[in-house]
């Protein structure tokens, strides 16, 4: 079973640290959410995770079975089994999804085929898919194209980015139910930071983490979540 | 050393009786070549230009095949070839196409080459070297389907290929100019383009020439009532490419497209210069130059569109982005516009920069490795250039870029 652990994370964008001695570790098959107010750091951590240039990891360790994750590009983050979806996925004009996904490291033989039974998964038509990589989709059909990536791609860990924000129920659905099941099909490890309890409820969510101030303030079950939806944040960031 | 003055003029005394050749020459020999204080020539490296190292080509060389010319051929229904600037071989015979070769002295925008090209130094010396001129004809009314290729060779020396296209009233026609050789060479096209009455050409000026030539084109095209010029400049080759590629909308709802597609690395120089004079009413012009500069290479996109008082309703738009794949790379874009009609919708925008650093952050998040995520990136940038030539073209075009790209060092800024 594979195994993400994050330990005291330190992440500072510009002169600002964000994050602030962030822990985390979850296994292959688990469903984590991690939920907290806006400028909690939960977006940072995505991220971070991912190498993106504009964040600056100070402190602390990402290792993905035993491997630490920091000192490796964000391409070999990705080769080694940690993708991330994006809440606002990039366009990338003149590139075509099936391009991004061979030169990713998708068979060359098989990928169409699989683009194909990945979209149909999660309602999307296969003719977007023919279109360059994120122009001109609406923001549901980015979603489902970040979720074709991960079926094709099939990491041990996905973290995704607020990948609920702007979804009608229908496309909130499909997503979840895809995720829900490759937790199952390959064992991935789904790492969820969300605002809203009902991507957690399709998801059904093992473990929910809430963040405060750059660091985990509290996990639980469910409950959690449930709790976060009659108290809001305010307890948690006082009881930190 | 005197070797280009030398065999200039025993080219000029073979020629005794044309007068305005030699009316050119003693233009050209009173005006000298331009300077960089000249502001138009002011990106091209003249310091490094020795016009006499030259020798004007008196005959053609031989002509060889190469693994491009033959990819372009197959899919083109004529091939014509020219060596040196002199026609080797006319090519098969197509309906509603006659390809000559004429002593013509005369500008298809109407009087003499020397009245028409008296301020550029490069055309006057066309005006009294080319061997002659490559003429095209497409008939009234015909509809040519598979491009017409023209393969321009150069292979030695100074070569001064001169053309003129006529589409005849509501001809059709696609043509593929097609330039390479030219090692350690001067190569100095003149071409015109005269579209009657609701004729189209879908044109292609796709520049191949060693990397140690330098190219000085000029292409004009003339456009009457209702004429279409789609006008494609690829420039991969040449130590210092330049293209002058201007467009006269003389009659109404004449439309112009021109793209300029351009690839530049070691010391390379590309300068595009684009004049689109805009006569009459309802006429279009959309300039799209799109390149890419890495090593140490360089290059300029100056465009001019001028718009006559009278010419109500026109439509006159240019774009230029540039990617700068290397910190020493550099980059200008001068965009102008020189307006006498209120009634005109007119629109520039250029850009210049590094590879987005997010868009390839996004694809090495997926698991691309950084290379092939700028190559990506750098072929999504000239997707629209490719897409907008003919298809076979397209592919060959594709891989020439490719191919040249992998031999690119991409350099962050």
């Not at chain 1, 003719?127 to 979720?147: Q, T, Y």
């Amino acid at each position: 079973m594979s195994e993400l652990v994050i330990e005291n994370l330190h992440v500072s964008v510009g002169d600002k640290e964000v994050l602030r001695g962030f822990n985390l570790a979850m296994r292959g098959g688990e469903v984590h959410a991690i939920m907290g107010p806006n400028g909690s750091g939960k977006s940072t951590l995505a991220h971070a995770l991912s190498a993106h240039p504009g964040y600056r990891v100070t402190e602390g360790s990402v290792r993905l079975d035993g491997e630490e994750l920091l000192t490796l590009s964000a391409t070999e983050r990705a080769r080694r089994g940690l993708l991330l979806a994006l809440q606002q996925p990039f366009e990338i004009p003149g590139v075509r999804p099936v391009d991004l996904l061979i030169a990713a490291g998708a068979d060359r033989d098989e990928v169409a085929t699989r683009m194909n039974e990945e979209a149909d998964r999660v309602g999307l038509s296969a003719k977007v898919l023919e279109r360059f990589v994120n122009v001109d989709l609406s923001g549901g059909e980015r979603k489902r194209a970040e979720m074709v990536q991960l079926g094709v791609l099939r990491p041990k860990f996905a973290v995704l980015d607020e990948i609920d924000s702007g979804l009608d129920v229908d496309a909130l659905g499909a997503v979840a139910r895809r995720l829900s099941a490759a937790t199952s099909e390959w064992n991935c490890g789904v790492l969820a930071i969300t605002h809203f309890r009902r991507l957690l409820v399709e998801l059904a969510a093992d473990v929910i983490h809430v963040v405060s101030e750059g660091r985990v303030v509290a996990t639980g079950g469910p409950e959690l979540a449930e709790e976060l939806e009659r108290s809001g944040y305010e307890p948690f960031r006082v009881a930190h | 050393m005197e070797n280009f003055t030398t065999s200039a003029t025993s080219f000029l005394l073979e020629h005794a009786k044309n007068v305005v050749r030699h009316d050119a020459w003693s233009a050209f020999v009173e005006s000298g070549l331009p300077l960089t204080s000249d502001e138009v020539w002011r990106y091209a490296p003249l310091g490094n230009f020795a016009l006499e190292r030259y020798q004007v080509a008196q005959a053609p060389g031989g002509v060889t095949n190469s693994p491009l010319v033959d990819a372009l051929a197959a899919g083109s229904g004529r091939v014509v070839r020219v060596v040196d600037g002199f026609l080797v071989d006319a090519g098969r015979d197509t309906d509603g196409v006659e390809v000559s070769v004429e002593e013509s002295v005369d500008s298809l925008a109407g009087g003499s080459l020397l009245e028409h090209y008296e301020r550029d130094s490069f055309a006057l010396l066309n005006c009294a070297l080319a061997p002659s001129t490559l003429v095209v004809r497409v008939a009234p009314g015909a509809h040519v389907t598979a491009p017409i290729l023209i393969v321009y060779s150069a292979t030695s020396g100074a070569s001064f290929p001169r053309t003129h296209v006529i589409l005849g009233r509501g001809a059709q026609a696609t043509i593929i100019e097609y330039f390479e050789g030219g090692r350690d060479g001067l190569v100095v096209p003149l071409e015109e383009y005269q579209l009657d009455d609701n004729a189209s050409l879908q044109l292609v000026n796709y520049q191949r020439l060693d990397a140690t030539a330098w190219h000085v084109a000029r292409t004009t095209g003339f456009l009457a009532r209702d004429a279409r010029l789609v006008q494609g400049v690829v420039g991969l080759g040449s130590h210092y490419d330049r293209s002058r590629n201007d467009a006269e909308l003389r009659g109404a709802n004449a439309s112009n497209e021109l793209r300029t597609t351009f690839l530049g690395a070691g010391d390379q120089v590309h300068d595009f210069r684009t004049h689109q004079l805009h006569l009459a009413p309802r006429t279009t012009s959309t300039l799209l130059s799109k390149g890419a500069v890495a090593d140490s290479s360089r290059s300029v996109y100056t465009g001019l569109i001028e718009i006559e008082k009278g010419a109500k309703r026109t439509d006159a738009r240019q774009t230029n982005h540039n990617l700068l794949l290397s910190p020493a790379a550099h980059a200008d874009s001068v965009p102008n516009l020189d307006i006498r009609e209120n009634d005109v919708m007119c629109a520039h925008a250029s850009s210049v920069g590094p590879l987005d650093e997010l868009q390839r952050w996004y694809l090495e998040s997926r698991g691309v490795s950084r290379a092939d995520a700028e190559r990506l990136l750098i072929q999504g940038f000239f997707y629209e250039m490719l897409t907008a030539l003919p298809s076979d073209l397209a592919q060959v075009v594709e891989a020439d870029v490719t191919d040249t790209l992998s031999r690119v060092a991409v350099v962050a800024p």
